[in-house]
């Protein structure tokens, strides 16, 4: 009734103020400005906010009273916010523009209460919160909360506990348990990833229920993004709550970790010793090294049918005991490799050269030391110009069961027989020694006939009845010879003339020949000869220039000088003061 008559009084208030407008119109005098009845616009738009107000408060009233009798879990928050700010803005015009009255307070404390109070309906139905969390609730507000009867636990409920006196406590709680919820979320996430991770098995070596960890690529990378997830979480302030199952986790993976580490550092042990210790040879050679490998060659490939008939590789991996198995059974195989290591040395002191092969070249001959030709391979590398030995098997030197060796080839195919030929028996290192010795010994004895031989025939006939080197050491023999016997005659001048008119004599004739029809080997043994012939023509001039005639003079004492020593039956090689005896090492 009050309002309709606000509204009546608006209405002939607008009527009064119109007809005003319309008088003034017609007015030369009047400004057009309608200035009365404004006190009653004034009356009637205050009469309608106290209605607003008188209203507000009983509907507030009637809202209150239904949302305490409602049950917690059916509260609407949101619906409750928007009509607590509708009714506080009444309240603050009202309170701005109205007298002071009664009416006001009441009902601005009745906002304030359920304003205070709804956010905290927010917070506890948060579904993040647990059991641990009301615990804490509980705590801070110094009574139990109801929660386990719905009926009885009301919006009333929370008016009576006062949880708006700890909004601030209960909304940190309330935050903790999100926070809480989005780490377990995360947990989760890392959790169940591993739930289906599976290693990816390939047969090796067609062997029967044996198989290699492959494709690991993408486990190692799952891995280092699962940690990077923990070590979130971990660094997190709101861990706490749920520490235990993080540190279960995080253990768990480490875990993972650590036995992926030593277990593809035991495959990659155990596929290299493997391919060595499955050869006879290496078997009767190291026994005890061999029984080792073999116990962890049973226990590897168990462990990897048991992961390839368990499937999941997070679960394998995690067992207890399976990461001290592995690491006592690497700690077998270092002490096989060390073993295997120190096996390599003795063969190596026994024949040095092998210090020119890698540890995987000299395995591959002592795994085959019951076939002397696996050395053939490897001749190159323990000796600068045998590429390999003559076992036989050509015209008139058939293949002897006791593995003769006639002979030794160089690179471009030149052969030189061993005399008496040797051969190849016991252990590796011995006889290939023994192939050392020959080959020192066949090439004095060689150079020796050579020496002999030199002056008996023409020179061009000479070069090719002897293998290429004992041709250019012999040459510098009898070089060296013809220049003393030059210092020693009356005229020594004369005489290095004549030397050097025969140099250019033998270099005519070399030079005549390497234009014939010769094999590649003696067309490079002429050709060599030839470079060797020009530098002491070269030096036999220089002589005469310098007038160098005396054994003596340093010009003689420098060159590298070659002689055939008759009381030892060897050549000896001298240089200023330096003397030492020629090595025999075949080039």
């Not at 049950?71 to 916010?81: P, V, Y």
């Amino acid at each position: 009734e009050l309002d309709q008559t606000a509204e009546d009084m608006k209405a002939t208030a607008d009527k009064v103020q119109r007809q005003q407008k319309l008088f003034n119109k017609h007015d030369t005098n009047s400004s057009g400005v309608v200035e009365r009845f404004e006190e009653m616009k004034d009356v009637v738009d205050d009469i309608r906010l106290k209605k607003k107000m008188w209203d507000s408060l009983r509907d507030f009233k009637a809202l209150t009273e239904q949302w305490t009798k409602t049950q917690f879990n059916s509260l609407d928050a949101e619906e409750m916010s928007n009509e607590i700010t509708a009714t506080n803005k009444i309240v603050m015009n009202a309170e701005r523009t109205l007298p002071t009255n009664n009416v006001v307070p009441v009902l601005k404390e009745m906002v304030t209460t359920f304003k205070n109070t709804v956010p905290v309906v927010n917070d506890l139905r948060n579904d993040a919160l647990m059991d641990r969390h009301w615990e804490k609730i509980e705590a801070v507000i110094g009574q139990p909360v109801p929660r386990q009867n719905p009926e009885e636990f009301t919006f009333n409920t929370l008016l009576e506990l006062k949880v708006m006196l700890f909004k601030d406590q209960l909304a940190v709680i309330s935050t903790e348990a999100t926070q809480e919820q989005i780490l377990e979320q995360m947990l989760q996430k890392v959790s169940d990833s591993w739930a289906e991770t599976e290693f990816v098995l390939n047969p090796y070596k067609e062997q029967k229920d044996v198989y290699a960890l492959a494709g690991i690529d993408d486990i190692t990378v799952q891995l280092e993004d699962s940690l990077v997830t923990m070590g979130t979480i971990t660094a997190s302030r709101f861990v706490g709550g749920i520490r235990d199952k993080v540190e279960v986790l995080e253990e768990g993976l480490n875990m993972f970790s650590e036995t992926l580490d030593e277990a593809l550092l035991l495959q990659r042990n155990w596929m290299y010793l493997e391919s060595i210790f499955c050869a006879q040879d290496i078997q009767r050679q190291l026994p005890a090294e061999s029984k080792q490998f073999f116990d962890v060659d049973a226990i590897w490939k168990g462990t990897l049918k048991t992961l390839k008939d368990t499937g999941n590789a997070y679960k394998s991996f995690t067992h207890p005991g399976l990461l001290d198995t592995l690491q006592k059974a690497g700690a077998i195989l270092d002490k096989v490799q060390n073993s295997l290591e120190d096996y390599l040395e003795k063969k190596r002191m026994a024949f040095p050269r092998f210090y020119f092969l890698s540890n995987d070249e000299l395995l591959e001959i002592m795994a085959q030391t019951r076939d002397p030709k696996a050395v053939q391979p490897h001749m190159g590398k323990c000796f600068d110009a045998i590429k390999s030995l003559d076992f036989g098997g050509g015209a008139g030197r058939p293949e002897t069961q006791d593995n003769r060796i006639y002979g030794m080839f160089s690179p471009e195919g030149e052969l030189v027989d061993y005399a008496p030929n040797t051969k190849a028996r016991g252990n590796v290192e011995t006889w290939l020694t023994g192939v050392e010795a020959k080959m020192r010994l066949s090439l004095k004895g060689l150079t020796k006939a050579a020496t002999i031989a030199y002056p008996e025939k023409p020179r061009q006939e000479w070069i090719f009845d002897h293998v290429c080197q004992v041709v250019l050491t012999v040459a510098s023999i009898y070089w060296a010879k013809e220049v003393l016997a030059a210092f020693g005659e009356e005229d020594p001048m004369s005489a290095m003339k004549e030397n050097v008119e025969r140099s250019k004599l033998q270099l005519h004739d070399l030079t005549l020949l390497v234009r014939g029809d010769l094999t590649s080997l003696q067309r490079k043994t002429v050709s060599t000869l030839i470079v060797l012939d020009v530098h002491a023509r070269d030096t036999l001039e220089l002589f005469v220039e310098d007038e160098i005639l005396k054994e003596s003079e340093f010009g003689w004492q420098m060159q590298l000088r070659f002689y055939w020593d008759e009381d030892e039956g060897t050549c000896a090689v001298r240089q200023t003061n330096a003397h030492f005896w020629y090595g025999y090492e075949y080039l």
